[in-house]
Nanobody, 128 residues
Framework: QVQLVESGGGSVQAGGSLRLSCALS????????VTWFRQAPGKEREGVAG????????YIADSVKGRLTLSQDNAVNTLYLQMDSLKPEDTARYYC?????????????????????WGQGTQVTVSS
């Protein structure tokens, strides 16, 4: 069975950096569409960045483009989200989710309902 575990969240000042990790177990991460979502209280879950490594597909939300970067270490089945120049509006609980490769398309990657597997989330708080 596929399991996802997020880590790396914390509290930082505006302009600071964090690196989130998403470790997948039970399968090979590069064969999945794996995406970071975030959700703040009272707001809809928002797709942040997604990747399907074997298909050379990477997606990034306009709201974080230029500040957040995806990378993946296939040797340890882990996806990373490097977050730089953080803003208070980045404050949210960040979730890692995985789905079959076809979900990683321009029309599907950001839709949370398409994902089968979810981690427990990790909190990111950015203070001004």
């Amino acid at each position: 069975q596929v399991q996802l575990v997020e880590s790396g969240g914390g509290s930082v000042q505006a302009g600071g950096s964090l690196r989130l990790s998403c470790a997948l177990s039970g399968s090979t991460i590069s064969t999945y569409c794996v995406t970071w979502f975030r959700q703040a209280p009272g707001k809809e879950r928002e797709g942040v960045a997604g990747i399907y490594t074997d298909g050379d597909r990477t997606y990034i939300a306009d709201s974080v483009k230029g500040r957040l970067t995806l990378s993946q270490d296939n040797a340890v089945n882990t996806l990373y989200l490097q977050m730089d120049s953080l803003k208070p509006e980045d404050t949210a609980r960040y979730y890692c989710a995985a789905a079959g490769a076809p979900v990683c398309s321009g029309a599907s990657w950001y839709r949370s309902k398409n994902y089968n597997y979810w981690g427990q989330g990790t909190q990111v708080t950015v203070s001004s």
